[in-house]
Nanobody, 124 residues
Framework: QVQLVESGGGLVQAGGSLRLSCAASGRTFSSYAMGWFRQAPGKEREFVAAISSSISTTVYADSVKGRFTISRDNAKNTVYLQMNSLKPEDTAVYYC?????????????????WGQGTQVTVSS
């Protein structure tokens, strides 16, 4: 069973930065793409960013492109989401997820393991 544990959320003012981390259990972390999703109050969960397994190709939602950066450290079984220039509309619970394989997906169905989520609140 794979466990994903997010950390790094918190309260930040608009324009500030946060770095989320997601630590994964298991010995096959490097074989799988990883993704970040978020869910704001009253809204459906939405794709934020993803990174492939081997060559670390990345993809972003248009709403965060240029402000957020996803990266991974396979030696530490950890994926990161660096969030800069945060806006109040970035407020949400952020979830990391492990993909079904090495290629990333923008769809929730492309992931079969999820973390418990970490709250990010951006004040105006």
């Amino acid at each position: 069973q794979v466990q994903l544990v997010e950390s790094g959320g918190g309260l930040v003012q608009a324009g500030g930065s946060l770095r989320l981390s997601c630590a994964a259990s298991g010995r096959t972390f490097s074989s799988y793409a990883m993704g970040w999703f978020r869910q704001a109050p009253g809204k459906e969960r939405e794709f934020v960013a993803a990174i492939s397994s081997s060559i670390s190709t990345t993809v972003y939602a248009d709403s965060v492109k240029g402000r957020f950066t996803i990266s991974r450290d396979n030696a530490k079984n950890t994926v990161y989401l660096q969030m800069n220039s945060l806006k109040p509309e970035d407020t949400a619970v952020y979830y990391c997820a492990r993909a079904l394989g090495g290629g990333y997906s923008r769809l929730e169905g492309g992931y079969n393991y999820w973390g418990q989520g970490t709250q990010v609140t951006v004040s105006s």
